[in-house]
């Protein structure tokens, strides 16, 4: 064997066998990868790159990217982070997409994906603090955030002053929107719910294992060991069956008995039982599930204060799908009503939709939907076409007993309604704000004298 010509074969193998690595893992050299930025004040602060590989389309399903169309989470990075860069242990920010790369001409193949509407809503909170003697009172401490502030209870926001925004239009007025992240909320949209409650105990020097003092939590409670939840005070919802009986929960850090220890309840639980402990707990769980043939006409629910009979004319459930709650929620819209409210102990702190005996705060939540003008454009040509119809119909009508000048009326009027029509829709080409009142100047005057105009004309 020629060693020179072995020599030969082997480097060029080599040479190909890189070309073929670099092309498998890099595709740079054919589509440029995909890369997320987040801008902030014109300036890029933080990035992601995505291999187009993983979101190329491709007819063949075993050719296409695994990730093409699948919803999945994503943490950016900064440009500079690096292994000795503090900035490598911060992550700027983090998100949750989809991503669909491929030919244009081939988006009518791509598999359909669930379509839905977006609502852009104006927020703001209403602050209360329970007063003794008194009761819930907008009358906050001085370390108290604003009555009406936002999320984070840190700006005042009222609502009069709230402003829709340049190219928007309010859709509606103020309302109360709870927050489904409640406790009384929890089967939101789920057809399977498992209930829970924990049993509690105490140590008692030579006497054993007993029921609780008075300064321990209840017997039997929820996790936080605030609200008294025995098994059988935990009534069946409208609308739901049972499908199994209580049962201790034992797949979790416990003893063969279910059991968890600690030396306070306050303190950390575990499995194994030492001599210091005085205090266990264990969880006992019941599934219920959705009745197939439920109509989902309950009503809120709430607890003290909850205000539940206010919403049952509604049709839509809170313990229905979460799209009939955002379309059926925004219906209370009076201040006083006592409805909507979350419950805790601070203002930073974990709420809850149930008013507890060591609840001293409480908030709600107000949205206010608001749409582009180009939605209310697009009214104000229909409420133009609707005129012209009605216009129409009203010479039609009229010619029986106008005889010869029912045509020259109605050319009259179908001129009229033509000029309030094009008016709108030239109007709709100038600016976004200016658009909508020229539009709704022009139908006013349609409304009030369009038959005058046929009158006259008669006359």
């Not at 309302?175 to 929890?186: C, E, K, T, V």
């Not at 419950?343 to 409480?362: A, E, F, P, Q, V």
């Amino acid at each position: 064997v020629d060693r020179g010509l072995l020599g030969e074969v082997l480097d060029a193998m080599e040479t190909l066998l890189r070309v073929l690595k670099s092309t498998c893992i890099e595709s740079q050299n054919s589509i440029p990868d995909i890369v997320v930025w987040l801008v902030v004040g014109g300036e890029r602060v933080a990035y992601h790159r995505l291999p187009v590989a993983d979101y190329l389309w491709s007819e063949r399903e075993e050719e296409r990217g695994e990730l093409f169309g699948t919803s999945h989470s994503l943490f950016l990075k900064f440009p500079h982070a690096g292994p000795k860069n503090a900035a490598n242990l911060v992550v700027p920010g983090q998100l949750q997409l989809q991503v669909r790369f491929g030919d244009a001409t081939s988006r009518p193949l791509w598999p359909s994906t669930c379509s839905g509407e977006v609502a852009v809503v104006a927020e703001f909170y209403e602050n209360q603090r329970y007063i003794p003697l008194k009761g819930w009172s907008t009358a906050l401490l001085p370390g108290d955030p604003p009555a009406f502030s936002d999320i984070r209870c840190k700006k005042e926001l009222l609502r009069g002053n709230a402003k829709a925004g340049y190219g928007w239009q309010w859709k509606s007025d103020w309302y109360i929107s709870p927050d489904l992240g409640g406790s009384d909320y929890a089967d939101v949209g789920r057809d399977v719910v498992v209930e829970e409650t924990w049993e509690h105990g105490r140590y008692y020097p030579l006497a054993g294992w007993g029921g609780v003092m008075k300064t321990d939590p209840p017997e039997w409670s929820d996790i936080d060991g605030e609200e008294d939840r025995a098994r059988d005070s935990i009534v069946l919802k409208s609308g739901w069956e049972w499908t199994s009986e209580w049962e201790v929960d034992l797949n979790r850090g416990c003893d063969s008995e279910g059991w968890e220890y600690a030396v306070l309840n306050s303190d950390t639980f575990h499995a194994v039982q030492k001599k210091t402990d005085l205090f266990r707990r264990r969880r006992w769980m019941r599934e219920r599930r959705r009745v197939a043939d439920d109509v989902r006409n309950d009503s809120f629910g709430g607890g003290d204060g909850g205000g539940g009979g206010s919403l049952s004319k509604k049709p839509a459930s809170l313990y229905g799908s979460v799209a009939s709650i955002l379309s059926g929620v925004k219906q209370v819209s009076d201040a006083s009503a006592d409805f909507g409210w979350s419950y805790g102990t601070s203002w930073g702190g974990r709420h809850h939709s149930r008013n507890k005996k060591m609840d001293t705060i409480r908030r709600r939540r107000w949205h206010r939907e608001k749409v582009p003008l180009a939605e209310e454009r697009r009214e104000a040509a229909q409420k133009a076409a609707a005129i012209v119809e009605e216009e129409t119909a009203q010479v039609a009508s009229s010619s029986k007993l106008l005889g010869d000048a029912a045509p020259r009326s109605a050319t009259l009027a179908l001129r009229a309604a033509k000029r309030a029509s094009d008016a709108v829709s030239l109007r709709s080409r100038a600016s976004s704000h200016d658009a909508l009142h020229a539009s709704q100047g022009d139908l006013a005057p349609l409304v009030g004298g369009g038959g005058g105009g046929a009158t006259d004309g008669t006359d």
